[in-house]
Each structure stands twice: as structure tokens, then as C-alpha cells.
């Protein structure tokens, strides 16, 4: 898996699909955002990203990606954009 700067937060993600997971659609989409904010210089725009994450609710959905996984992601992920 490819790193971000920090070495924490994966540029590729390769969730497992499972039978009842979160719907990759969602996770994709929220997934793109903490990448393009991360690369940004801006504290605005990652505090910005980083709330809407700690706020997101993701839908489960038949063959969707695995929750433990996607919910370590955001909490790295919340945690890096500080």
C-alpha cells in the first residue's frame, strides 16, 4: 500500500469488500477528500475536511467495504488532518 507523507494514511486504499459493509460509493468519495486535503497547505481546508469526516455516517450496503477497516481509517485520518 502507498503511503501519504506522513506515512500513516494510505493513498490507495484497498478495503475488503464484505457482505455487509459500508458503501464504497460514500467511503470512495470521503476517501478522495482527506486525500486532496492532505496535500493542501491550507489549515482551513483540512480542519474543514477533517470535521466533516468525524461527522460522516457512511450506509451499509450488501458487498461493501469493511467497517473495522474504513473506521481506522477515518480515525487516522481524522487524527493526521489535526
Known amino acids: 500500500m502507498a503511503l501519504l507523507h506522513n506515512g ?9 469488500i464484505v457482505l455487509r459493509g459500508y458503501d464504497p ?5 470521503a476517501v478522495r477528500r482527506v486525500q486532496q486535503a ?3 497547505v491550507s489549515p482551513e481546508v483540512r480542519a474543514s475536511v ?3 469526516l468525524r461527522r460522516s455516517v457512511f450506509r451499509v450496503r450488501i458487498r461493501g467495504y469493511d467497517r473495522g477497516e474504513v473506521d481506522e481509517y477515518v480515525r487516522r ?5 489535526g
Open 77 to 81: 485520518a481524522t487524527d493526521d488532518l
Open 8 to 16: 500513516r494514511v494510505p493513498i490507495d486504499t484497498n478495503f475488503i
Open 50 to 52: 477533517r470535521d466533516e
Open 25 to 29: 460509493a460514500e467511503v470512495d468519495a
Open 38 to 40: 492532505l496535500m493542501s
